[in-house]
């Protein structure tokens, strides 16, 4: 047992050191420029199509040789976490990977910790938007954020002129004033024009973020991480989704009633229901006025009808709240503990969020940068990266434990309180109680 100890002593000095020397590498690259210090080759895995993140990545080599020491390797959404469970296993793992924010809790144990002491928080956050301290632990840094595609509102400008109104509306009280008006349905409560897609779930785009989004401006962040001292200071994750978290109104109830009301026809707000085609399709065919997507869909939105006339906006926020939120799908770099190549892992991540690599993948993907001095900037290529920028400094995300799980959570939350199956307080608590299980599986 002594000589183990001795190994595994030699080993975590070694990559400790490793570590400490890729991170001073980090920090002096991340304000971008060329950097030819010998990597050895890593090999990224992501979901990133092929075709598009070599192509960028090619350019970029240009301007910095070193990159041509990435071996970029596209992986199927479906399967990435199975075939990455299994080649860590195998050891014949990747040096770094391209994961999302709802990735980060069931990969954990699997990855690098980075600690403070070789990676300060205060230069972490300096560098990263806030959507960043999903990454962040008691002890150091799970990773490192590479872009964020945040939540906007698309709406339809000649909808909205056509009704008289002259911008679209900035806040949820805005939007519940407007939609008696701009929602067209006849006396048998069939919709032909709807204001806003809320209320039920499959045939809503993006409909879990959406209700994490409205989650989050209620005031609660849904999954939390915690240290178990009772289990010797363990890194734990527990559910708050019912907790009232000292405000007045239990902030899972009023995202949840303000939800469902879109899609009961005795409310004056009535504009959705589960007959109508996928939101998307709606919008892009004139008949929704507004539409909660990802930025990374405008490209979609152009493609399928170049003749609507529509442009975007914020997501509406709450009415009495000084603080702005949306939701973000962050992409966001980790690092495998089995990996043999800790300090290339690590000062590719830093090339790849240097200002010249987010500059070129932000534009490119149609999303938005992770850094602080990108984001804050005035000169954007388009209208539409401004709101999107925008959108990306009020991102927020949400810690899940197992994705699929919580949109059928989510789906059967908001189903069995619109087919009036349960009240709103009853189905909250059993949503609590199955995210609560996930967590501890």
Avoid: C, H
């Avoid at 959507?131 to 906007?152: A, M, R």
């Avoid at 939105?301 to 949306?326: C, E, G, H, W, Y």
């Amino acid at each position: 047992m002594k000589n183990i100890n001795i190994v595994q002593a030699i080993i975590f000095a070694v990559a400790g050191i490793a570590i400490v020397a890729a991170v001073i590498l980090f920090t002096a690259y991340r304000g971008g420029g060329n950097n030819n210090s010998s990597l050895g080759t890593v090999v990224l895995w992501g979901t990133i199509p092929q075709s598009t993140f070599t192509t960028i990545l090619n350019e970029l080599s240009l301007e910095d040789e070193s990159l041509t020491s990435l071996v970029y390797v596209e992986k199927n959404k479906d399967t990435f976490e199975d075939e990455l469970l299994k080649a860590l296993a195998e050891g014949a793992g990747p040096d770094l990977v391209l994961l999302n924010e709802k990735q980060i809790i069931s990969n954990q144990r699997r990855m690098q910790e980075i600690p403070f002491e070789s990676f300060p928080l205060r230069t972490y956050q300096d560098l990263f938007l806030d959507e960043g301290s999903l990454l962040v632990t008691e002890t150091g840094i799970l990773g490192f954020p590479f872009l964020v595609d945040p939540l906007v509102m698309y709406y339809n400008k000649d909808m909205l002129n056509n009704s008289g109104f002259a911008r679209p509306p900035e806040t949820w009280t805005e939007l519940l004033a407007i939609t008696p008006t701009m929602t067209q349905k006849d006396s048998s409560f069939n919709i032909f024009k709807s204001t806003i897609a809320l209320g039920s779930f499959d045939n809503i785009n993006n409909a879990k973020d959406i209700f994490w989004m409205l989650t989050l401006q209620a005031g609660n962040p849904v999954i939390e991480r915690y240290v178990d001292m009772q289990q010797g200071g363990a890194q734990r994750y527990r559910s708050l989704f019912n907790d009232n978290l000292n405000f007045t109104l239990n902030p899972a109830y009023a995202a949840t009633n303000f939800f469902v009301q879109f899609s009961n026809p005795t409310k004056t707000v009535y504009s959705w229901n589960r007959s109508l085609s996928k939101s998307q399709t709606m919008f892009v065919a004139g008949d929704l006025a507004f539409y909660i997507g990802y930025a990374s869909e405008l490209p979609t939105i152009k493609r399928i009808n170049p003749n609507l006339n529509f442009d975007m906006a914020l997501v509406p926020q709450s009415q009495n709240s000084s603080r702005k939120v949306t939701y973000g799908a962050m992409q966001l770099f980790m690092i495998p503990r089995a990996t043999r190549n800790v300090s290339g892992a690590i000062t590719m991540a830093a090339k790849l969020t240097s200002r010249p690599s987010q500059q070129a993948y932000s534009t490119a993907l149609q999303v938005a940068s992770v850094r602080r001095d990108m984001l804050a900037t005035t000169e954007v290529s388009s209208p539409y990266q401004s709101i999107i920028n925008r959108s990306a400094i009020i991102a927020r995300g949400v810690l899940e434990p197992d994705s699929r799980q919580s949109s059928a959570i989510i789906k059967e939350l908001i189903e069995t309180v619109v087919s009036g199956q349960y009240e709103i307080s009853v189905a909250i608590t059993r949503a609590q109680e199955k995210l609560t299980a996930t967590l501890n599986e």
